[in-house]
């Protein structure tokens, strides 16, 4: 069984930067594709980046290009999101996923049900 644990949340002015931090526990970190989801209240879960099991590929919804940076370090078996420029349209309860599922040479998945494993999650609040 996996564990992920989502830190980092809280409360930032609009222009801001936080970072997202996900321990990993489990299985073996490097095997995975990560990947960082967000729901914001009366919305669906929406993707918002992901990142390869060892290779560095990365993908991001367009709406964070350029602000969002996904990293994983497999030694420390975690994931991060560096958020910068933050929006109060950033406002929602931020998840990491784990996709163990699928081969790590697959092509990154922006589905949620394709993601075997969630943390609990971390509250981001933007104000404006």
């Known amino acids: 069984q996996v564990q992920l644990v989502e830190s980092g949340g809280g409360l930032v002015q609009a222009g801001g930067s936080m970072r997202l931090s996900c321990a990993a526990s489990?299985?073996?970190?490097?095997?995975?594709?990560m990947g960082w989801f967000r729901q914001a209240p009366g919305k669906e879960r929406e993707f918002v980046a992901a990142?390869?099991?060892?290779?560095?590929?990365?993908a991001y919804v367009a709406s964070v290009k350029g602000r969002f940076t996904i990293s994983r370090d497999n030694v420390k078996n975690t994931v991060y999101l560096q958020m910068n420029s933050l929006k109060p349209d950033d406002t929602a309860v931020y998840y990491c996923?784990?996709?163990?599922?699928?081969?790590?040479?697959?092509?990154?998945?922006?589905?949620?049900?394709?993601?075997?494993?969630w943390g609990q999650g971390t509250q981001v609040t933007v104000s404006s």
């Open positions: 996923a784990a996709d163990y599922r699928r081969s790590p040479l697959s092509p990154l998945t922006t589905t949620p049900t394709e993601y075997d494993y």
């Open positions: 990142i390869s099991c060892s290779l560095g590929r990365t």
């Open positions: 489990g299985r073996t970190f490097s095997d995975c594709h």
